[in-house]
């Protein structure tokens, strides 16, 4: 299934097969936000190729397979797509490459963060740089809910199925949408009692409300390594930018 | 409308007991309230004596460890070692004791190679064993089991059997329709209808139509069958509940 | 709308990072203060329920599809503040799993999607009352609100930048108004489908929010909304009317008098000089707003009580 969603399942099954999982997730937590903010400032082809290379590069060696890595880009299309246009007729083709190649490269590092960190490490490790305990609780259910609803969502729809309805024609025939409608509220309603029990199933195992996983986080010289990797390209680039000759 | 009213009991360390009752009797809200989830609108809980107020809550919680009748409600993590040692890991305790704890849970519920799998790729048999390793892993005194054996194949049944069966330090209360399982591994039932309608031995309960009748219940079939051919041949005697009870006596018959 | 990094001008995801924490911080403390631990799954059901929503993509003519925002339907169902937290939660998640949105850009996400569209449907809400047409209507205008708050984002960083970022004005303003008009329509059919549903069938679920603003308005909310509202309004036409001539952005400038200040970073990210100047007349229009917005909570709030007391 390529739907988004399930994807993910796999994404995190994947992600510990990555050659970039060893790595402590605070550190590359780090990493790609901040080249992600130094490659919002490059303006120049110099800068920008670089870092595009130094991710791609990191991509290419992750071991994560390329569909995973499309999402990303195939989500921003409009956003590539109509900017570069516009900016092509306003700006010229060069300031259009330019802002490609930043936009492309930030979305591969967040890709490689993403695709190589399983989601509930990502969250420890927002916490431990004091991201606000409600809102990652609240991401922790939302991602676990997300899960539930497909379930739900799947199985109204062989029930629909079964009793003939085909979904065919547009949002705007009265049918479809009522029933498209009625879906949407009844999965939701059932997702309710389940959210409920899913709630207190974790609480009955002593869930406070922290995220809770079995790695624990240890900084390693490894680590070290890959962070100075990223802040010698992260120096070099701003260096390129700012016009110290090379 | 209340869904329980008027319930006393207490059950003794080591006990099993089989809580047995028509949908909609309130076995899960009791079981709910016994494992401090609700709070009953009146009314105490004691456990282990003490009584559970928002205060010793932190204690008592992982004297107790609740089997959801949905696997899918209760199995969270990505990976079925990750679930397996949620309850370990929010206990505090040291790695290894984790390590430890998970993977004996692992091998008692018999999926032992399953640790880096994805629970939602499982069969709904497995699932449920996940759910109880993790729950295992805990190492609780007091189990509750709200029913564990619905929509499980006839070999899933006996595998749950299996599991709990040898379990004789622990406390255990199966909220269950499944009378034969009850039967099986537990000595004592208590019928449940919003209120306690029964609370003894299950021969004195079989003694007892009306209260089957009222709540709904149906006697497995080997009672049921032995109680009609005791009917047919005028036998009398303490009917006999289990497959082994029903061959000693149709043994007897036969040799007389 | 999710805005990738490297679009928008440095000062302006600056900005936007400024607003959205300022406003996230309050309403996060203000929700985490009204609400128990076992509200916090069904805002998380709620939240996935919009992430799914998102997901659907529905036609809107020219051969293009648009997708739900949902922030009405938060707002109808939470309220204001535990919308804009549920919202924000829906663009972390989104960000985190699919790498939708990028990271300098969240700020400017939150604000346009969690934080403007859903104040713009509960003001709405609040001057017209929930019912079977302010819902759809309260809809449609908070994807427009949001839109238009990214149009100006882009057409300013195109601007700011002398061309190196964003989108000029003269062709964002109209394409992002234009086709979001559009999928606000979507947007409102759909938000008020789901809202009848559950009323029909789950009232208590949409029975209400706890921080409602009951219905006999009083003076200063209306005051304040009506304000963000002409604001909102008045900043398209002024952007659409003064892209023809150029850089409606520096028009602001001499209108306000603010005087050019010597940029701090001028020699590294060689910027015009109108930089810190132009960054700053834009936080303090933000800043204007939301000021007016709050203090209208606040006096309402204080009103309120010596009320019941």
């Not at chain 1, 009793?163 to 547009?170: A, K, M, N, W």
């Not at chain 2, 892993?137 to 059997?161: F, H, K, W």
């Not at chain 3, 489908?193 to 029909?200: D, R």
């Not at chain 3, 001539?245 to 400038?253: A, F, H, I, R, Y």
């Amino acid at each position: 299934m390529t739907w988004p969603p399930m994807n993910h399942g796999e994404i995190d099954q994947y992600s510990v097969r990555s050659r970039w999982y060893g790595f402590d997730p605070r550190v590359k937590l780090v990493c790609v936000i901040g080249l992600v903010v130094v490659t919002a400032f490059m303006r120049d082809l110099a800068p920008l190729v670089v870092i595009f290379a130094f991710v791609a590069a990191l991509l290419l060696l992750s071991r994560v397979p390329l569909r995973h890595l499309g999402g990303g880009i195939v989500l921003a299309l409009p956003f590539i797509i109509f900017p570069v246009l516009a900016m092509v007729i306003t700006s010229g083709p060069m300031p259009a490459l330019l802002m490609t190649l930043r936009i492309v490269s930030s979305i591969f590092a967040l890709m490689l963060l993403i695709t190589t960190t399983p989601m509930f490490d990502l969250l420890k490790a927002m916490r431990w740089f004091h991201f606000p305990a409600l809102m990652s609780s609240l991401l922790l259910f939302t991602y676990r809910f997300i899960f539930v609803l497909i379930d739900e969502m799947e199985r109204m729809k062989m029930a629909r199925k079964a009793r003939g309805f085909t979904g065919r024609g547009s949002l705007l025939s009265r049918d479809v949408f009522k029933t498209l409608s009625y879906t949407a509220g009844m999965v939701f309603v059932r997702s309710n009692a389940r959210a409920m029990n899913i709630y207190n199933a974790l609480m009955a195992r002593g869930f406070t409300g922290e995220v809770v996983t079995l790695r624990r986080f240890k900084a390693r010289p490894a680590d070290g390594a890959f962070g100075a990797m990223f802040v010698c390209v992260s120096v070099i680039a701003i260096m390129l930018q700012m016009g110290v000759a090379f | 409308m209340q869904s329980l009213h008027d319930v006393t009991l207490s059950v003794s360390s080591g006990e099993r007991v089989a809580l047995v009752g028509p949908n909609g009797a309130g076995k899960s809200t009791l079981l709910h309230i016994m494992s401090s989830l609700y709070s009953p609108t009146s009314g105490t809980v004691r456990i282990d004596g003490e009584e559970v107020t928002k205060r010793t809550l932190e204690k008592t919680r992982f004297k107790v460890g609740f089997l959801f009748q949905d696997p899918d409600d209760q199995v969270f993590m990505p990976r079925v070692v990750d679930d397996v040692s949620f309850g370990p890991v929010n206990m505090k305790l040291a790695p290894e004791e984790i390590a430890l704890r998970t993977r004996e849970a692992i091998e008692a519920a018999g999926i032992a190679g399953y640790e880096d799998r994805a629970p939602h790729h499982l069969s709904f048999g497995e699932k449920k064993r996940v759910a109880i390793a993790g729950i295992l892993a805990m190492r609780s005194p007091i189990l509750l089991l709200d029913e564990p054996t619905a929509n499980l194949d006839p070999q899933g049944r006996r595998d749950l059997v299996n599991v709990l069966m040898p379990l004789r330090d622990k406390t255990m209360v199966i909220a269950t329709h499944d009378l034969s399982v009850a039967l099986e591994l537990t000595d004592r039932v208590i019928v449940l209808k919003r209120t306690v309608l029964y609370d003894g031995t299950f021969r004195g309960l079989v003694e007892r139509p009306d209260i089957l009748t009222e709540a709904r219940l149906e006697l497995p079939s080997v009672p049921r069958l032995m109680e009609r051919w005791m009917e047919r041949t005028g036998r009398t005697g303490p009917l006999p509940l289990t497959i082994d009870e029903a061959l000693t006596m149709l043994e007897e018959s036969r040799v007389r | 709308m999710h805005i990738p990094d490297g679009l928008m001008d440095p000062a302006v995801f600056l900005a936007g990072w400024a607003v959205a924490v300022v406003v996230l911080a309050v309403a996060m403390a203000k929700v985490g203060r009204t609400i128990d631990q076992k509200a916090v799954p069904l805002m998380a059901l709620l939240a996935a329920g919009i992430f799914m929503a998102q997901m659907l993509n529905f036609p809107v003519g020219f051969g293009t599809t648009g997708h739900l925002i949902g922030a009405a339907l938060a707002v109808y169902m939470l309220g204001p503040l535990a919308a804009m937290v549920v919202m924000t939660a829906i663009l972390l998640i989104q960000g985190l799993m699919f790498g939708d949105g990028g990271i300098t850009a969240l700020g400017l996400n939150i604000l346009n999607m969690a934080i403007i569209a859903p104040l713009t449907a509960w003001g709405i809400f609040a001057l017209a009352g929930r019912s079977t047409w302010s819902v759809p209507v309260a809809a449609w205008a908070s994807v427009m609100a949001g839109a238009a708050a990214c149009a100006f984002e882009l057409s300013a960083s195109y601007t700011l930048s002398g061309g190196a970022y964003g989108i000029t004005g003269s062709l964002a303003i109209p394409a992002m108004l234009g086709y979001h008009a559009l999928i606000g329509i979507g947007e409102g059919l759909i938000t008020g489908g789901i809202v009848a549903y559950l009323t029909k069938v789950a009232p208590e679920m949409v029975r209400g929010d706890p921080t409602a603003v009951p219905v006999p308005r009083k003076r200063y909310t209306n005051a304040a909304l009506g304000i963000t509202v002409l604001f909102g309004i008045g900043l398209v036409l002024f952007f659409m009317f003064s892209a023809g001539m150029g850089d409606g952005l520096e028009s602001v400038m001499e209108a306000a008098g603010v005087e050019e200040v010597t940029p701090l970073f001028g020699g590294l990210m060689g910027y015009g000089e109108d930089y810190l100047s132009a960054l700053v007349a834009g936080i303090i229009g933000f800043a204007a707003v939301f000021a007016v917005i709050y203090l209208a909570f606040r006096r309402r709030k204080a009103a309120e009580e010596t009320e019941t007391q």
